[in-house]
């Protein structure tokens, strides 16, 4: 039986090259499996009748959750997020804080609520469509994401104001433009119909268990390609290793 040649330079670069490969292979795997339990969740959540929660403070335990609100809108502190197209219209998400009503003597609470979307004006880019905001108490509900999506931004962003249109929603940015400190969430509202609204604004938002399933695709996909490039480094390192052995042995033997 003929045996391997290679030297321990090639075999540690080889064994390094393929224990890497492997583990970035893991990793992604891994990646894919949480993006799976997450897309579970907001199925989950969905499905769910809405809640009140008892400790809005409690954050990160309220992402994906499925959210009943009250309070009083804030609109003299909206903000539009730009670049939100909806069926290939352009247009704007508006961001409003809702000044949310508890119990007496306990701390004030803002949530940032995504009301929906507006079109934008063709003719005129900052013009916003008018759109109606009810007074006193409301209930909202819908689910709470850790912020809305953000987008790429080129180069150095104007100072942000109130009332403005923002590449994304910062929420340092945001406490600095209003004095406000919302909790750390982003509730997308939701209506009975969401694209037949009293308000004007629609509330038809992206599948996010199609979207989180494109990731783990892609998780999966980057997967496949570190471990075929470890099968690739192993086979190389084998065939090469094969082939020195064989001409070591057919030069010995001329």
Do not use: C
Not at 8 to 37: D, H, S
Not at 44 to 54: I, L, M, S
Not at 84 to 89: F, N, S, V
Request: no cysteine; net charge positive; charged share 20%.
């Amino acid at each position: 039986m003929r045996r391997l040649k290679i030297g321990w330079i090639p075999a540690l670069a080889a064994v390094l090259g393929i224990a890497l490969t492997v583990a970035l292979g893991n990793w992604q795997m891994r990646r894919a499996e949480q993006k799976l339990t997450l897309q579970q969740a907001l199925i989950v959540a969905e499905r769910q009748t809405p809640v009140a929660p008892v400790d809005w403070l409690n954050a990160e335990a309220l992402i994906h959750q499925h959210l009943k609100a009250s309070g009083k809108w804030m609109p003299e502190a909206v903000v539009y997020l730009d670049n939100r197209p909806y069926q290939g219209r352009a247009g704007f998400y508006v961001l409003m804080p809702l000044k949310l009503d508890v119990a007496s003597g306990q701390k004030e609470i803002i949530l940032m609520v995504n009301r929906g979307w507006l079109p934008r004006d063709i003719n005129q880019r900052t013009h916003i469509a008018p759109y109606a905001t009810p007074m006193g108490t409301v209930e909202v509900q819908g689910i709470a994401l850790d912020n809305e999506p953000k987008l790429l931004e080129l180069g150095q962003a104007a100072p942000e104001k109130l009332g403005g249109i923002w590449q994304n929603f910062d929420f340092a940015a945001y406490q600095n433009a209003s004095q406000l400190v919302p909790v750390p969430l982003v509730l997308r509202e939701e209506s009975p119909s969401p694209k037949l609204t009293e308000d004007g604004l629609i509330r038809d938002w992206p599948d996010q268990g199609a979207s989180i399933q494109a990731q783990i695709d892609r998780h999966h996909g980057y997967a496949a390609q570190w471990y075929g490039l470890a099968g690739l480094i192993a086979f190389l390192t084998l065939f090469y290793g094969y082939r020195n052995a064989r001409k070591s042995t057919e030069s010995k033997s001329s």
